[in-house]
DNA sequence: CAACGCATGTAACCGGTTACATGATTTC
DNA sequence: GAAATCATGTAACCGGTTACATGCGTTG
């Protein structure tokens, strides 16, 4: 699944949006396992309404930037309904910080340290805002399958965090 | 860090290699945080070789095909220390799986039950692919750095199959 | 009047992937 | 003589990212 059949089960799923709240609900949901944004978001919905997967209808606001609204179409949902179906592809997961560490007899032992301190700081960081986002997300409907997502999410962040903070005891002992 | 500082780590690391080498490499020891291909490989080798970081050289070989084996050039290694000291980048993850699971409930049941099930058929696999590298690993020069990726990796799947394990008891139970 | 939130978009680029194309040598 | 292993490469495409560019309306 790419983004345009993100953005379509976003669409079907939650009715009528725009761009801008398209992008929110990446960062705010599914930002641990989709990295979306903008420079995707706009070319994307330009190209689904061009193959007539979604209609866009411009809505004028008194107290607010006036926006496009973007609906699926039935042809749109037809799209979406067949990117469900396609075989499970692989995870992708590619580790900047596994790569140094995979090269880090190339370190002094303290910036080898500083290395993994900083990944936990990280790690730390992206399962707080993870949290962070849970009450927001349980007023903004929040379903189980929703919630599954973001259990993954702790879990692995948990596993992992707990797996460097041995690591570094380790590196700091040696 | 892209795959041309990991090849160039690789020709510093372990010296002069084929692009078939370093294939192997990236197949069995950096697949779970880095995914490569000869797509990428030699066209990389090439543009390496035209920048003066690697240098090629062509091996006769009686009992196999000719090969070309390049070694790094100090500018090489010039090039890859850099890259070792540039910010560390945020992991990359991208997940069809929990793609699908966050649009569930366009799922029946069964269908729901079977994409976990399959997940897990797939995780488990990863698990046992990389377990079986690691005699072929250490009897080819695995140090601590290395076992440090390989724990990650055992560890990240040993806790993602236990998680799913248990939401597919809950998707059973309900 | 600055900062922030809301809102939309594009052009150039990138770091690859996919599919294709080829061929030697060895083993079964 | 088929299959497996060793070995190298390219052309077309893709799914975005990055950096830039703009502007309204509200809040402090």
Redesign the interface.
């Known amino acids: 699944?790419k983004g345009k059949?993100?953005i379509l089960?976003l669409l079907?799923?939650r009715g009528p949006l725009t761009g801008y709240e398209i992008n929110e609900i990446l960062q705010d949901?599914?930002n641990?396992?989709?990295?979306g944004s903008y420079g995707m978001i706009y070319p994307t919905l330009k190209k689904l309404e061009n193959s007539g997967f979604v209609k866009k209808e411009k809505v004028s606001q008194d107290d607010k930037p006036n926006k496009n609204v973007f609906s699926i179409l039935s042809l749109g949902e037809k799209e979406f309904?067949k990117s469900?179906y396609k075989p499970?592809?692989?995870?992708?997961?590619?580790?900047?910080?596994?790569?140094?560490?995979?090269?880090?007899?190339?370190?002094s032992k303290s910036e080898f340290i500083n290395?993994i301190k900083?990944?936990i700081r990280?790690k730390k960081e992206?399962l707080r805002l993870l949290e962070d986002n849970l009450e927001k997300w349980k007023n903004n409907g929040m379903?189980?399958?929703?919630k599954?997502?973001y259990?993954?999410g702790i879990?692995?962040y948990g596993?992992?965090i707990r797996?460097l903070e041995n690591?570094l005891k380790q590196a700091e002992n040696i």
């Open positions: 699944m059949d993100i089960g079907k799923t949901q599914l641990h396992f989709y990295v309904n469900l499970l592809q692989d995870d992708e997961f590619k580790s900047d910080f596994l790569i140094k560490i995979y090269f880090g007899n190339q370190f290395l900083n990944e990280i992206n379903n189980d399958n929703h599954f997502t259990d993954y879990i692995y596993s992992i797996f690591k």
